[in-house]
């Protein structure tokens, strides 16, 4: 045998052994490994949004014996011992229906130990994580269209934030989201490419960022006082981009979604928000419009 080869190599993907195969700590490395995952389970490849989960979180993984890329992987996104999120749980498409998710998800609900877990959940993920004791706290519309701007924003004071407002959004954002996310807030004007605040007489009411995703804009995290700060974060950011707005925005704040739908965007998904070790997600959730992303929360 070459020295390069293991024994599952030599055996027919039938009869390997997932429970054989070990699972290890994803690195930027892996980052095209992880893309090329999620185009094989006809998702989009999403590097830049994988480039910053795998920067800033724990990603898991199982290789595939025969050298084709990983079997299956998730990145966990901590903040603090009081609440991680999942996302991007993938299993490659020829290893489906064998167990392997729910082996890797044991794995990571082993690591995190005590530390509460959140995740968005698809209809067809959302009986696993029943079975794993998650239990649905909220429901989430993912949109995406073209902003028309049709139903215009109510007037707030909205500008590009600047590195002076940087202390005074991660206050606002830790009393909102209910846990730090220092490490998330201080990489988002690397990673977005548009960042703004509103603000009420010198205080910061409300932030937003705008993110490339391949052909579309992400509009996330979308943190504000109240529904009409929100709605003119969003149209100072829709008015930065000529690509197309995607978001998520929790079902509970229907005047968003509402407008968002008037404004041109449309419905494409429903994702259930789940959460496990907590009776519901910490903070503020009526300030609480939109993710940073799914898969980080």
Known sequence: ??????????????????????????????????????????????????????????????????????????????????LAAIGMVLVAERYSRRGVGRRLMRHVLAEAGETPLSL??????????EELGFAEVGRAEMLKGRFTAAEPAPARAVRPATAEDLQHVLRLDRAIFGADRTHMITRLPAFADHLRVAEQDGEVTGFGALWPNMDTHVIGPLIAH????????????????????????????????????????????????????????????????????????
């Not at 700590?25 to 998702?43: I, K, M, Q, V, Y």
């Not at 968005?120 to 994580?129: C, D, I, K, S």
């Not at 079902?251 to 965007?265: E, I, P, S």
């Not at 449309?266 to 898969?295: K, Q, W, Y």
Request: proline share 8%; aromatic share 4%; with cysteine.
């Open 120 to 129: 968005y959940a698809t209809p067809n993920g959302q009986p696993l994580y």
């Open 1 to 82: 045998m070459p020295l390069s080869q293991s024994p599952l190599d030599q055996l027919p993907l039938d009869q390997i052994s997932l429970d054989r195969l070990p699972i290890r700590r994803l690195t930027l490395d892996d980052l095209t490994a992880c893309a090329d995952l999620s185009e094989d389970r006809g998702w989009l490849r999403e590097e830049h949004k994988w480039g910053l989960l795998l920067a800033a979180g724990a990603g898991y993984g199982i290789d595939d014996p025969a050298g084709k890329g990983l079997v299956t992987a998730c990145v966990v996104t901590p903040y603090g011992p009081g």
């Open 226 to 297: 109240d529904l009409g700060t929100a709605q003119a974060l969003v149209a100072s950011l829709a008015a930065a981009t000529d690509r197309p707005l995607r978001t998520d925005v929790d079902v509970d704040h229907g005047g968003l979604v509402t407008w968002l739908k008037a404004n041109g965007l449309e419905l494409i998904a429903t994702n259930a928000v789940m959460i496990r070790s907590l009776p519901g997600l910490p903070g503020d959730g009526s300030r609480r419009f939109a993710p940073l992303t799914v898969a980080a929360g």
